[in-house]
């Protein structure tokens, strides 16, 4: 068992409840070979050595066996041995084991190995069972009362792939069983609002094994979606003054040299792409890949790279020009696509992905502006946040670790930077906490962390101040004194990625967009192809103002083309017959206020174009 210390109550309980797992596991299949099972968020789990392939049919069985476990309610035992009686104990089996037997506990010979020369080693054991482990743990089994087994994947030990291949299982356990029951309730409902299959289900977007992993395609109605939200945005932008620029998706390895993100960010980036020129030089001269990585990284190979963020490319349209303190600030906005090299288990939906577009921009401004542009940005956040219906949130302020060597730039910037974030924070009027160690390698920032309805966290927009990029490319502008003084960089983003936040709005709204946001606004029902002239008079009244509208010509009966319609989401739905078609009327229905009754055609058109100018929800 992994070794864990200073853990919450239900952490310990979660702890504990991974040991009655693997007794029960041992119970079942003595032959398995256990490695670790810490806690998790959520719960636990552990890793399994084992020749049959465990499924979900084998859940019943492994939790009935569990019961027993916590019937029994075995005292949890600590023991603390030296490190020769615990590798002893390791090559006779009765590590991880109900008993001694032949073969030794391999992985916990292993983990043994791990343990510091100065650290106490411990076992603990409940009944028969024993297991590496510092602990801690509740005081007995028969508290473990309240668990699930969840699932079951593949994983490689140590996370490390040249390592064994073993089996996981998740399980989670709370306190009682009301707080697991409205666990797994919670988990119900977001299987309901899981945007991969809703975004499947309502052709928002596909993802293709032949294009990659984690690059989104985005499909005719999630395009629509994405417009209204850059169109949304950029309203916002234009208020303050905002101007757009276009930059390329690579650069020279030089650029990001220079700003610090090769090799700060090297790990999370795609590999460099060497100059055609050195590529062949190199293969004329039968150069290995080492040589040509080598080169790269060091410089005397030129290179390219898929960006990894926009930042440079905006400092360099500002240094592109002369800046008198008059001109300042200077906002620059992009709609920019970087990619990151995101691990192949770690990648889902939307949520997390290696290509994605954000709704940057970057401020660069005079020092005594920076308070006032700060709150401007925090200031579009909430605009989003409360457009959005997004009301439950919390602020975090990341700053930088002064122990850790991956931030750049002087103390004194550093300290300027967070103090203007400190500052800044307060004016929000909602807590905050503050975490060392999750700044930017370049600058501390300001994160918005939304809760959703079913109560997960997001962390969505972002504000940044940055003292050291602009010394690093050694911009300026010509103060009121004509000297040269250097500007501050403010990064920000509202939507963070525009990828992730339609799949949080997805989730969010269960694919029931609020109307200005919907692909589609408006079905037109014919009650039969006899009105669809008519119908066609109603589209071109709704078109005319910008409204997204289809008609379902199909000879389905008006209650199916109703039910299809709400299970395409569609906010509103206007039935046409005899009497509307007469009367120059339509009959309404609303995704989820259901008959709304007649209005004539006018009435309608105001009444959605109403709603679509105030971005009402």
Known sequence: MEQRHNMSDLERLR?????????AVLRIWPDAQLAGGPPVENGFYYDIELDHPISTTDFEKIES???????????????????DEALA?????????????????????????????????SIYKNGDFW???????VGRTGNCKAFKVMS????????????PQLQRIYGTCFKNKTMLAEHLEKLEEAKKRDHRRLGKELGIFHIDESVGQG???????????????????????????YSQVFTPHIGKLDLYRTSGHFPYYKESQFPAIPERDALEKLADEDATCATLTNGLNTGTIEGYM???????HHIKVYASDHHSYRDLPVRLAEFGTVYRWEQSGELGGMTRVRGFTQDDAHIFCTPDQVAEEVELCLGLVKVVLKTLGMNDYSVRLSLRDPDSDKYVGSSENWDKAEDALRQAVKTLGVDYVEEEGEAAFYGPKIDFVVKDVIGRDWQLGTVQVDYNLPERFDLNYIGSDNKQHRPVMIHRAPFGSLERFTGLLIEHFEGKFPTWLSPEQVRVLPISEKFNDAADVVVKALTDIGVRVNVDRNADKVGAKIRLARLDRVPYMLVIGAREAEEGTVSVRHRDRDDLGAM???????TIQQEIVNRSL
């Not at 476990?69 to 005292?75: C, H």
Request: hydrophobic share 40%.
């Open 15 to 23: 702890h504990s409840c991974a040991h009655v797992l693997a007794t």
């Open 65 to 83: 066996e569990m019961k027993k476990v916590v019937k029994e309610n075995a005292r949890f035992e600590k023991m603390v041995v030296s490190r």
């Open 89 to 121: 104990l390791a090559e006779s089996g009765r590590l991880g084991a109900l008993s001694e037997r032949e073969a030794p506990s391999h992985f916990k010979i292993d983990l043994l190995n791990d343990i510091p020369e100065d650290e106490e080693i």
């Open 131 to 137: 297991d590496l482990c510092a602990g801690p743990h």
């Open 152 to 163: 079951v994947a593949s994983a490689f030990y140590k996370g490390d792939n040249t390592r």
């Open 215 to 241: 690059l989104i395609l985005w499909k005719p109605k999630g395009g629509l979606i994405r417009r209204a939200l850059q169109d949304f945005i950029t309203e916002e932008l234009d208020k303050q003054g």
């Open 306 to 312: 898929l960006r990894p963020m926009n930042c440079p």
């Open 600 to 606: 004539t055609i006018d009435e309608f058109v105001q």
